[in-house]
């Protein structure tokens, strides 16, 4: 039997759409919730600055990422003060897209 690699774990159990879409929230997930822990806020006052429940942070934190859309992760960054760009290369640069989250252009 021949080893498969994957680009990530939901790879291995959904379409490729699916799993670029989930790979990618999980990744902005883990981002959000890591700068969460480094301000040493409480979920709460989180949730006032993103202007969410504090249901909805407890749910960020805890992975339950089948509940945000890539479009709500993106205006937490906004509400946290990071920047997002995405750099689309023309088809026959041969160049693989990428999203890049920019330092924080402010303090929240």
């Given at each position: 039997?021949?080893?498969?690699?994957?680009?990530?774990?939901?790879?291995v159990t959904?379409?490729?759409?699916?799993?670029?879409?989930k790979?990618?929230?999980?990744?902005?997930?883990?981002?959000?919730?890591?700068?969460?822990k480094t301000?040493?806020?409480?979920?709460?006052?989180?949730?006032?600055?993103?202007?969410?429940t504090?249901?909805?942070?407890s749910?960020?934190?805890?992975?339950?990422?089948?509940k945000f859309?890539?479009?709500?992760m993106?205006?937490?960054?906004?509400?946290?003060?990071f920047?997002?760009?995405?750099?689309?290369?023309?088809?026959?640069?041969?160049?693989?897209p990428?999203?890049v989250v920019?330092?924080q252009v402010?303090?929240?």
């Amino acid at each position: 039997m021949a080893v498969q690699f994957f680009d990530s774990p939901f790879h291995v159990t959904h379409d490729s759409e699916v799993a670029s879409k989930k790979a990618l929230k999980m990744e902005l997930s883990i981002f959000i919730t890591d700068y969460i822990k480094t301000l040493g806020l409480k979920q709460s006052e989180v949730a006032a600055r993103l202007n969410v429940t504090q249901s909805r942070v407890s749910e960020l934190t805890t992975g339950k990422i089948e509940k945000f859309t890539i479009d709500a992760m993106m205006d937490m960054l906004d509400k946290l003060g990071f920047r997002t760009t995405f750099t689309l290369p023309s088809n026959d640069a041969g160049a693989m897209p990428q999203i890049v989250v920019i330092s924080q252009v402010h303090t929240c």
